[in-house]
């Protein structure tokens, strides 16, 4: 690769006319979005001629040198070359051998390539190029025939990423405001990450250009300083690596206990649950016996107001239709730009194409917490074949390995997984963790395990506030802004909040069935004390 001074590639405009709100002048919009700290510049008009490019490029030049960022040309060599040496180039696989680009540009020019696939990655990376733009992650208007199958998703984005081994990278296509923090954190593995996001429509088509920029370069660099604080080699899902050897489950079984008594006497953290009209009542409930408040809105025009005061979300896709379709990818995108924990509880969706496809739409927009689900649902989320759901039940057959399973499905998505069953799973793709209270009524009454969801997002709500105003270790690579033992330990609340409740309900003389079960474990749930975590915890580190 071409030497030169690596340019700041965290927030990266592409231009392009057509996109801008009516009245507003192109130069304009060019030095407002650099006002509100674009560090680098595409021209990229595709309906002006080789003249009329010229003119343009050589006018944004010098707003740009005024802010001493550099500018790039899209596709058009003979332009680029017409222009002084410190104007690059950014082209496409199918415009012109990068090799060639490159001995025809000489070695100064700054030279980016577009990446779709990990082969072209590899490519990428002894080209000659000096950046790869990688896309599209998600689906954009602003390029013709980015059809749904040429979408990468922030998951094989991050297989891009790995694959270019640390070789400079921007994120293309679909990257707003709402999209921006998953497309980040999603798409950084443990040793590589994208240096920044390149954009059309989330600057260009809006009315405050310098505003639109400054939304998103906070959201750059809130992701780059974070990661920056990261300790390398992380191989978890939160970055601690060895130091993980010192966690120990009586300091976890305490610490869930600390969030419970901060729940008690501190002011209720707002648990936005979206579920299934089945569960919602149980749900509730046994967010406030927890001393949380619930919420339970599916409505996306409220997402952004909400978002601003959760302390977690509950995506549960129970009987999801498309309105709470819309509502998850509001709600889950609003978590993830305030960096609150989000839980997802992908029932059933081994049962119909209808909940995979949901279940993908939310994992490719929100950067999840905490994937919950029994062995039928991550088994078909990991891809396995071995157990089979029945509707929305566990259904048929045994998982061979649930330990494996729940630390590959953490490493994988980059979050917590909580596998459950007769015996609980927690793991954060590091360590795993062993549950095994309960109650066999909990499986004779309905929306016991939503409610489960419920009572994870709490203690995880729990979590975060206890990080409040302390440096978090290994953040870089999670959006959610507590010490990552927290989040085991926030998880562990909810797992020992419902399955010990449950125990000590059935064990009243007045539960005679399912219906005085319901409201013992609401009693039970709301009596419950860290002194009663700490006697009555089955807890184990596998
Ligand atoms: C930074 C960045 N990345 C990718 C592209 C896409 O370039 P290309 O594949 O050549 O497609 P067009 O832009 O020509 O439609 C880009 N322009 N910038
Ligand atoms: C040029 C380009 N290349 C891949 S996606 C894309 C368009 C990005 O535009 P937007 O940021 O509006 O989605």
């Given at each position: 690769m071409t030497k030169l001074?690596?340019?700041?590639?965290s927030l990266y405009l592409v231009t392009s006319?057509?996109?801008?709100?009516?009245?507003?002048d192109f130069y304009d919009s060019l030095r407002a979005s650099l006002k509100g700290g674009v560090t680098l510049v595409q021209i990229r008009?595709?309906?002006?001629?080789n003249g009329e490019l010229l003119e343009i490029a050589e006018k944004s030049l010098k707003i740009c040198d005024e802010f001493n960022v550099p500018m790039l040309i899209n596709d058009n060599l003979a332009v680029a070359l017409a222009l002084p040496e410190r104007v690059g180039l950014h082209i496409g696989q199918e415009d012109f051998p990068v090799a060639k680009a490159r001995a025809l540009l000489g070695p100064k020019r700054l030279l980016g390539i577009s990446v779709h696939t990990v082969e072209q990655a590899a490519a990428a990376?002894?080209?000659?190029?000096?950046y790869a733009g990688v896309g599209a992650v998600y689906g954009t208007l602003s390029k013709a025939n980015v059809t749904e199958d040429k979408v990468l998703g922030p998951r094989r984005t991050a297989h891009v990423i790995e694959a270019l081994q640390g070789f400079p990278s921007v994120l293309i296509g679909g990257i707003n405001q709402r999209t921006a923090a998953r497309a980040l954190f999603g798409a950084a593995g443990p040793e590589h990450a994208p240096a920044g996001i390149a954009v059309i429509s989330a600057i260009v088509a809006r009315q405050d250009a310098q505003e639109a920029a400054r939304e998103l370069k906070s959201m750059v660099n809130a992701f780059l300083s974070a990661r920056s604080s990261a300790q390398k080699p992380i191989a978890s899902a939160f970055g601690l690596g060895a130091?993980?050897?010192?966690?120990?489950v009586e300091s976890l079984v305490s610490r869930s206990g600390e969030f419970l008594r901060a729940l008690r006497e501190g002011s209720p953290p707002l648990i936005q649950t979206l579920t299934s009209h089945v569960s919602s009542t149980l749900s509730a409930n046994v967010t406030l016996a927890l001393s949380a408040s619930p919420i339970m809105s599916h409505q996306d025009a409220e997402a952004d107001d909400l978002g601003n005061v959760t302390g977690a979300v509950v995506l549960n896709i129970g009987t999801i239709g498309e309105e709470a379709r819309r509502g998850m990818r509001a709600v889950g995108s609003a978590a993830n730009r305030g960096g609150k924990p989000v839980v997802l509880d992908p029932v059933g969706v081994g049962a119909s194409a209808f909940r995979r496809q949901a279940v993908n739409e939310i994992m490719d927009h929100t950067q999840i917490t905490l994937l919950k689900g029994n062995a039928a649902e991550l088994g078909a989320i990991a891809g396995l074949t071995e157990v089979q759901s029945r509707g929305v039940d566990s259904g048929s057959g045994t998982l061979r390995d649930a330990r494996g399973l729940v630390l590959s499905l953490a490493r994988r998505e980059r979050c917590l997984v909580l596998l459950t069953g007769k015996t609980d799973y927690l793991s954060d793709g590091e360590v795993v963790i062993t549950c095994s209270n309960g109650h066999a009524l909990l499986g004779a009454i309905t929306g016991s395990g939503c409610a489960l969801g419920v009572a994870v997002a709490t203690g995880l709500a729990a979590a975060c506030l206890a990080s409040q105003g302390s440096e978090v270790k290994g953040a870089g690579s999670s959006i959610v802004k507590a010490q990552p033992d927290d989040l085991l330990a926030g998880a562990l609340f909810g797992i020992l909040s419902m399955t010990i409740a449950s125990e000590l309900a059935a064990a009243r003389?007045?539960?005679?069935?399912p219906g005085t079960f319901i409201a013992a474990l609401l009693d039970e749930l709301s009596l419950m004390t860290p002194e009663t975590f700490a006697q009555r915890a089955k807890v184990a580190l596998e």
């Open positions: 001074n690596a340019p700041d590639y006319r057509e996109l801008l709100p009516p009245g507003v008009e595709k309906h002006a001629d990376r002894t080209s000659g190029a000096n130091s993980r050897s010192q966690l120990k003389p007045e539960v005679r069935g």
